[in-house]
C-alpha cells in the first residue's frame, strides 16, 4: 500500500490551482494565502480545510483528508450519492470526488471534498452575544429555528451525529447551517460503526466507540441544545452566571449536571424558571440521560409531554391527545370530565385515518363518505387532509373519463383532460396510473419537440428518452426509439470522452490522441455547440491528428513544398507529442533552411565552394532529393569546376608569363569557367592567350592552303604584335613567302611573255592588277597593248565579274532602308567598287564621276559583305530610279573603271489596302472605284503584264566592246 501524502504535499500543490484539481472549473480559482504566501490552513483531526475563490468571486471550502481512511472515504461517498438529489436547508451542499486533487510528491490523484464556504460564526458565539445583549426574541426565534431543524433532519432521514455548538454555523441572516459530515448517517449507513463519539456532554452518556449508527442518535444532543434555548430565552442571565463566569465553552450543561443532578445548582435553578415547559423540559432531559440511548424519543414527544389533555382539547390538538393518552402509564386515570373530549379526538383521529388510508388506497367513494361524516372539521392537523378529501366528488367523473380514454386509447383526449384537471388530480393515488400515462404523452410530445430542433439537443433528448422508459415507455414513442438510441449513445461516448480528456496528459501525445480518436465516433460532437470547450479539445486533438496524417501524405512527395509544410507541423505540435514526428520535423526544417541556401548559393553563383557546401549538408540530411534538375546540373558543374578552380589559383603569381598562359589554357574550360565569377581573374588572360593560339591555328590553315595574303593579313593582327611566332610556324611562313615570292615572279614573267607573244587569252588569265601595273611601270613600252587589252577583255561589266539577282538585288526592309547586293569581282582584278543611285541612266563609257546621281558611295573590298550588301537609308524621291555599280581597276598609276553595271531599280512602295466588305481589297484612301474603273483598271494590268521593261531600248548590249 502506497503512502498517503503529507498536509505539505496539498500544501505546495495549492499554490497552483491548475495543476491541483483535477475539475476544469476548479482550476480557474484561486487559494487564499496568509502572511508568508502559503495557503492558509485550517487543520483538525481528520481534514484540513482551506478556503477557495471562483472566477466569479464566491468562496467554497477546500477539505484534503490528512491520512488514509478508507472507511471514512466510503461514508463520504455514501452520503454524497444521497444527497445528491435532496436539498436540506441546515446541510451545506457539498461535492466528493475520489481522485480530485492532486499530490505534490508523487503527481497522483487523491480524494477531495468541496463544500460551500458558509459565512457566520458558530451557534456558542451567536449565543453569547444575544444573552449579553438581553435579546430574548431571539432566543426565542432560535429555538424555533432549532426545532424546525431537528424536525428536517428527521423527515430527510439524516442523522447528524455530531450536534454542538461548533458544527452550527449562524449567518447573518440568522439562518443555522450544519458542518462536518464525518458523523452523519443515512440510511444506507445505519448499523455501522460510528466513526467519531461526538463532543460531550453534547452527546448521551451512554455513547462510546461501540455505539452503531441508527436513527435516534442525535435526539439527545438535540434536546439537549433545544433545551438551552428555550432557557436561555426566558432567563438570559444564566450564560453570564454558568458560562461567562467559569469561563465555560459549552452552551450552559455541564456532564456533571447529568451525572448529579441534586448537587446541580443550574438543575435547580431550571426547574425555578419562569417557563413552565421550561421546567418540564428540564426534568425529561435530565430524567432521559440515564434512559438507554436508544430509547430517548425525539424532541416533539419529549415536547408532547409536557402538555395537559386540557389544554390539548382547547387547541384542538386532537392527535397529540389520543398520543398523549396512549403514552400513559398504568396508575394514570382520565377525569370523568374530560372522558368525553378523548372519546371526540379518537374518533376524529380514527377517521383522519381512514381518509388516509382510502386516499392511500385510492379509493374516492370511501373518502367522499367519510367527508361527510364531519369529523375533519374544526381539526387543524387534518386541514391538509380535508382540503384533498374534500375533492373526492369533483375527482370521481374526471377518473371515469380518463379510464375510458385509456382503454380506448385515445391519447390525446386522455392527455388534454388530464392537462384541464390536473390541479385537482395531481398527486391522487387515484390518478397515479393517468397521471403516468398522461406524464408519459407529455414525455413523448417532449421527445418530438426535441427532434424538430435542429441541431438535436443530445442531453435533453437522452434525459427525456430515459425519463420516458422510467415510466414504463409508450407505443408512440416507437418512431423515434433509433434516434433517442442514437442519442443516449452519443451521451455515453461524450462521457467517456469527458473522462479521456480529463486523464489526459500534458502536454498532449499522439499516443493518448490516437486513444480518443479511436474510442470515441464521429458523430459523438454532432449535438454539441461548437463553441464548448469539449468540442474544442476534440478538433484541438483532430487537427493535431490531422497534420500526423498530412506529415505521412507529403513524406511521399519530396519536393520543397511538401518539406516546408512538414516543417510548420513544429509550430502545432507541443515539443513531446512524438519524438520521431518532431524529429522527422526538425529535419524537414533543415533541409527547407540548407536548400534555400543552395538555391540562394547557386543562384548568385558567386562561391563554388558555397553550392558544395550547401549540397554536402543536404546530403547528410538526405535531402537532395528536394533539388530540381536544373539545380543538380548547376551542382554537378560546380563539382568539375572546382578542381580547375583549384588548380588555377595554385598558378604561381611570379610564374612566367608563357608558362602562366600554357597553363591557362590547359585549364580552361569554357562551359565550366566562362561565366564564373570567380575565374574572372584569369578569364582575359585566357581570351587573349586563346585569341593568339586561333589567329596561329587561322595562320597554320592558310599556309596548309598556300593562302600568302590571308596568311600575311591574319599575321598583321594587333594580338600578334610584338609576339614571337613558333618556330615551326615561322619557318613555314617563310617557306610560303619565299614559294609566294617565286610563284609571283614567274607568274609575272609569264605575263610578259603573254604581252611579248600577243597572247591575250593568256593575259586575262593570268591578269593581276598589281602585277601588270608594276610590269607597265618597270616596261612602259607595253602599256599600250595593255591598255588596249584591259579595255577589251576585263573592264566590261559582263567581263569583269559583276553580276545581280534581279529578285534580291535592290530591296527595302520594314524601316525604309534600302539594301543593294551584287556580285564582288574577283580580288585579284579590283579592291574597290562604286555605286550611284542615278537620276537618269548613264551612257556605256560613262564614268562614275560622269553621272548626275542622288546617292554614290565608294566600297572597299574589305567592307564588303555578300550576304548584307551595302546599305543606305531611302530617300523616297529615289523612288523608280536605277542603281549602278563601277568596278575599280587599279595599275598604281592609273585608275580603270569597268562599264556601268545596272543592278536594279528602286521600285515604290506598296499601297496599304484593305479588304472589303463585299469586293475585293483596295487601297485604304482611293475612294471605291466603278464598274467602268475596274475594267479600265484589268486592262491596263494585262497590257503591262505583257509589255516589255521601260528601258529595254536604252539596256547596252553585253557584247563585249570595250569601254
Not at 508523487?106 to 458558509?118: A, E, N, Q, S, T
Not at 573592264?795 to 559583276?802: H, K, S
Not at 550576304?867 to 531611302?874: I, M, P, R, S, Y
Amino acid at each position: 500500500m502506497s503512502s498517503w501524502p503529507l498536509i505539505s504535499d496539498f500544501a505546495r500543490v495549492l499554490q497552483n490551482p491548475q495543476v491541483a484539481f483535477r475539475d476544469p472549473e476548479l482550476r480557474q480559482s484561486t487559494v487564499e494565502m496568509n502572511h508568508l504566501g502559503q495557503p492558509k490552513a485550517r487543520s483538525g483531526n481528520f481534514a484540513t480545510v482551506y478556503r477557495g475563490y471562483r472566477p466569479d468571486g464566491r468562496e467554497f471550502a477546500i477539505r484534503v483528508f490528512n491520512r488514509r481512511q478508507d472507511e471514512r472515504l466510503e461514508h463520504y461517498r455514501t452520503i454524497s450519492e444521497y444527497l445528491e438529489h435532496r436539498a436540506v436547508s441546515s446541510i451545506v451542499h457539498f461535492d466528493y470526488d475520489e481522485r480530485g486533487i492532486r499530490s505534490a510528491a508523487d503527481g497522483k490523484l487523491y480524494p477531495l471534498l468541496i463544500m460551500d464556504w458558509v459565512p457566520g460564526i458558530t451557534l456558542f458565539e451567536w449565543t453569547r452575544d444575544r444573552c449579553r445583549e438581553g435579546y430574548v426574541e431571539a432566543l426565542q426565534i432560535a429555538a424555533d429555528v432549532w426545532l424546525h431543524l431537528v424536525r428536517e433532519l428527521t423527515q430527510c432521514e439524516l442523522v447528524h451525529g455530531d450536534l454542538q455548538h461548533g458544527n452550527v454555523m449562524v449567518s447573518p441572516e440568522g439562518h443555522f447551517k450544519l458542518v462536518d459530515y464525518d458523523c452523519m448517517c443515512v440510511p444506507a449507513l445505519i448499523g455501522r460503526r460510528n466513526l467519531e463519539t461526538g463532543l460531550p456532554p453534547y452527546q448521551h452518556p451512554g455513547r462510546n466507540a461501540d455505539t452503531l449508527l441508527f436513527p435516534g442518535l442525535d435526539n439527545f444532543s438535540a434536546l439537549y441544545i433545544y433545551v438551552a434555548l428555550r432557557a436561555l430565552a426566558a432567563a438570559p442571565y444564566l450564560w453570564i452566571t454558568y458560562v461567562d463566569q467559569p469561563e465555560y465553552d459549552r452552551i450552559l450543561f455541564r456532564a456533571q449536571d447529568f451525572e448529579s443532578p441534586a448537587s446541580s445548582p443550574l438543575y435547580h435553578e431550571l426547574l425555578q424558571s419562569p417557563d413552565e415547559q421550561v421546567r418540564d423540559l428540564t426534568h425529561y432531559l435530565f430524567e432521559l440521560s440515564r434512559y438507554d440511548l436508544h430509547d430517548v424519543p425525539p424532541v416533539d414527544e419529549v415536547l408532547l409531554w409536557c402538555e395537559s389533555i386540557e389544554n390539548l382539547v382547547t387547541q384542538q390538538e386532537w392527535d397529540k391527545v389520543v398520543h398523549l393518552v396512549q403514552r400513559m402509564g398504568p396508575g394514570e386515570r382520565i377525569a370523568p370530565e374530560v372522558q368525553p373530549f378523548v372519546q371526540e379526538a379518537q374518533q376524529r383521529v380514527a377517521c383522519r385515518e381512514a381518509v388516509e388510508q382510502a386516499l392511500a388506497e385510492g379509493n374516492e367513494e370511501r373518502v367522499e363518505q367519510l367527508v361527510a361524516t364531519g369529523l375533519l372539521h374544526n381539526y387543524p392537523a387534518a386541514a391538509h387532509v380535508l382540503e384533498a378529501a374534500s375533492r373526492a366528488a369533483e375527482v370521481r367523473p374526471i377518473l371515469r373519463v380518463l379510464a375510458s380514454a385509456r382503454q380506448l386509447r385515445a391519447w390525446d383526449k386522455l392527455k388534454h383532460t388530464w392537462l384541464s384537471h390536473q390541479h385537482l388530480l395531481k398527486g391522487r393515488v387515484s390518478a397515479k396510473v393517468y397521471e403516468r400515462e398522461a406524464q408519459k404523452l407529455l414525455t413523448v410530445d417532449r421527445i418530438r419537440e426535441i427532434l424538430a430542433r435542429l441541431p438535436v439537443d443530445d442531453a435533453a433528448l437522452m434525459e427525456a428518452w430515459e425519463y420516458l422508459e422510467k415510466l414504463g415507455g409508450h407505443v408512440l414513442a416507437e418512431p423515434h426509439r433509433a434516434a433517442a438510441q442514437q442519442a443516449v449513445q452519443r451521451r455515453r461516448s461524450v462521457a467517456k470522452l469527458q473522462e479521456l480528456l480529463l486523464q489526459a496528459p500534458a502536454p498532449a501525445t499522439l499516443a493518448y490522441d490516437k486513444k480518443i480518436a479511436a474510442a470515441v465516433p464521429p458523430e459523438t460532437l454532432r449535438g454539441l455547440p461548437p463553441g464548448t470547450p469539449l468540442a474544442q479539445q476534440v478538433r484541438a486533438v483532430r487537427e493535431r491528428l490531422n497534420c500526423v496524417r498530412k506529415v505521412h501524405e507529403l513524406e511521399k512527395a519530396g519536393t520543397l513544398e511538401a518539406e516546408t509544410a512538414i516543417a510548420g507541423v513544429l509550430k502545432l505540435l507541443p515539443k513531446t507529442y512524438h519524438e520521431g514526428l518532431i524529429r522527422r520535423a526538425e529535419q524537414a526544417r533543415k533541409r527547407v533552411h540548407i536548400y534555400r541556401q543552395l538555391v540562394q548559393a547557386v543562384e548568385e553563383n558567386t562561391s563554388t565552394e558555397a553550392i558544395l557546401r550547401a549540397w554536402e549538408l543536404l546530403g547528410r540530411i538526405r535531402g537532395r532529393i528536394l533539388a530540381s534538375d536544373d539545380v543538380q546540373q548547376r551542382v554537378a558543374a560546380a563539382e568539375a569546376r572546382l578542381p580547375l578552380l583549384q588548380q588555377l589559383r595554385a598558378i604561381p603569381p611570379l610564374a612566367d608569363e608563357a608558362a602562366c598562359e600554357r597553363r591557362v589554357v590547359e585549364l580552361w574550360n569554357p562551359e565550366l569557367l566562362d561565366d564564373c565569377p570567380e575565374a574572372a581573374p584569369w578569364r582575359e588572360l585566357y581570351f587573349r592567350t586563346s585569341g593568339r593560339r586561333q589567329l596561329l591555328k587561322r595562320i597554320v590553315r592558310a599556309i596548309e592552303a598556300g593562302d600568302q595574303a590571308d596568311a600575311e593579313r591574319l599575321l598583321a593582327d594587333p594580338a600578334l604584335q610584338g609576339r614571337d611566332l613558333p618556330p615551326q610556324l615561322a619557318k613555314e611562313i617563310g617557306h610560303l613567302r619565299a614559294k609566294a615570292q617565286q610563284a609571283t615572279l614567274a607568274k609575272r614573267q609569264a605575263i610578259v611573255n603573254a604581252l611579248l607573244d600577243n597572247q591575250r587569252s593568256t593575259f586575262v588569265e593570268l591578269f593581276d592588277a598589281a602585277t601588270v601595273g608594276e610590269i607597265c611601270r618597270q616596261f612602259r613600252h607595253h602599256q599600250p597593248l595593255v591598255y588596249q587589252w584591259l579595255e577589251s577583255e576585263i573592264l566590261p561589266a559582263a567581263r569583269i565579274g559583276l553580276a545581280a539577282d534581279p529578285d534580291q538585288a535592290v530591296t527595302r526592309d520594314e524601316q525604309g532602308n534600302l539594301k543593294i547586293v551584287w556580285t564582288w569581282p574577283p580580288p585579284r582584278i579590283s579592291q574597290r567598287c562604286r555605286l550611284a543611285i542615278c537620276k537618269t541612266a548613264p551612257h556605256p563609257q560613262a564614268a562614275p564621276e560622269d553621272v548626275d546621281a542622288w546617292y554614290s558611295a565608294a566600297i572597299d573590298a574589305t567592307q564588303w559583305n555578300s550576304e548584307a550588301g551595302h546599305q543606305v537609308a531611302l530617300d523616297p524621291q529615289w523612288e523608280g530610279s536605277r542603281v549602278y555599280v563601277w568596278a575599280e581597276v587599279d595599275l598604281g598609276f592609273q585608275l580603270f573603271f569597268s562599264s556601268p553595271f545596272e543592278v536594279g531599280q528602286i521600285k515604290p512602295a506598296p499601297k496599304h489596302r484593305r479588304w472589303g466588305l463585299f469586293r475585293g481589297w483596295r487601297s485604304e484612301k482611293d475612294p471605291k472605284p466603278t464598274e467602268a474603273q475596274e475594267a479600265e483598271e484589268a486592262a491596263a494590268d494585262e497590257s503591262e503584264a505583257t509589255a516589255p521593261p521601260d528601258d529595254a531600248d536604252s539596256a547596252p548590249a553585253d557584247d563585249g566592246t570595250p569601254a
